[in-house]
């Protein structure tokens, strides 16, 4: 975007929005967007954190508060929440949809009802908390995706709703939704007796890599429940995370995601060296491990590879005897569960295992088995196995080809692969470059992108801060550079050397001279 009146970037960003129109079209960049309608979200106190916008021609983009009454087109960190949620927590029934359209049409007919944000496929593990004790009816899409999306819901509220019921309306046409039944004479009345008449939905059978005597036996030793009182929870102390990684890996089931041949085998294995000889991580001090024992399974390479990419890493070092690695492992529906297990038990010492990849161990699904619930099923048991014995399962696994605006929706597979997991990790670095960045999120671990740089000579990745932080102070770094080299520039000449627009290198300069890096003379700046 450029004023040739000379106005800056955030002034002509701003007039662009107030007009309705989005600043960064996606697609044909010659294309105009229009917003034709917005879906505020809000949390729990009503605070607004997020807009969903449809916009024409047809697509959805969605948008957080820049602080200063501007947008944001970017949804980095922000926390995720139901459609209408201070609603859904003042009622005690509740209707799920598939969209926000759907939502606001039931809202007309003074029924309760929520979705998620982007569709079909998209809910996330974590709203179940906003469902405990309610009456929750899911009205489906009449399609695939719509039926998929209805059961994964299901078995995500299963068990903390006080009841599940799945009703699919009468004579909605093909891909019809519950708008196009409400447009065709549908009531509240009528609605209301169809959720009475539906059954409850019932959780499906024990994942299929449990023996029926494992799942008895499970069954069998299950607790009864048992209530804990608000008084009685505060008055609990609850042990610290342990961290295998300080303030990157806890114990658990972790989740490392990242496209082919980008690192992440060097990474885990980085991570590897560094617990089994206490040294260590990333490069950095502070990152500092206890040394316990490790699990490697390079189950796509072979102990001929291990051994050089060790060497790099080591520099002459000997290699840590407390490091165990195995090229082969049977799917854990075959033994390899169990066997993991007896390792644990023959290794009290062990706090690491690394699975190098996903898809050489987890087991395939029967075509009658939902995709969700089966992935779900699988990372349930890696991450039951890790809090059972106190260690860390990290597992390597590829994300998809497409970008996606929220980093987790980017691994490869449905949303329970990212919902079974403790902790996600996605790892993303240009095809040839040194640099790359490191998205974490998790239930212990605060949100964040970090910096990273590979050194492919001594097959080490190297911490170099926070993502945002390190961006700008790169881009600064080479600015100075280009002035020290070449002398006093203008704006345009230095955007020109760079290959950048020249708005954000104004702006960037601007701030530069603020903090007294430069100065500018009549428009040119140079270096103090």
Sequence with gaps: MKCHGGCDYDRVKAAIEALGLDPWPRGNSNREYRIIKIYDYFDQGGKPVFQVCRLEPKSFRQRRPDGKGGWIWKMDGVPRVPYRLPEVLQAEEVAVVEGEKDADALSTLGVIATCNPGGAGKWRTEFREFFRGKKVVILPDNDEPGRAHAQNVALNLHGVAAVVKLVELPGLPDKGDVSDWIKAGGTKEQLLLLAEKAPEWKAPETPKFLTPQAAASQAKAAPAIRFVSGKELEALNFPEPVWIIPGLITEGYVLLAGRPKLGKSWLGLCLAVAVATGGCALGKGELRVVQGEVLYLALEDRLRRIKNRLGKILCGSPFPENLLIAESWQRLDKGGLDDLKEFFKAHDGCRLVVIDTLAKVRPPRAKNRDPYEWDMAVGGALQSLANQFRVSILVVHHTRKAEADDPLDSVSGTTGITGAADAVMILKRGRGQADGTLTLAGRDIEEQELALKFHPQEGAWELLGDAAEYAK???????????????????????????????????????????GEVKSVDGVYEVI
């Design 473 to 515: 102070s790169k881009e600064r770094q080479e600015i100075i550079k280009i002035l020290r080299e070449n002398g006093p520039k203008t704006p345009k000449e230095i955007a020109d050397l760079l290959e950048k627009k020249q708005s954000n290198i104004k702006v960037l300069l601007w701030k530069m001279v603020k903090d």
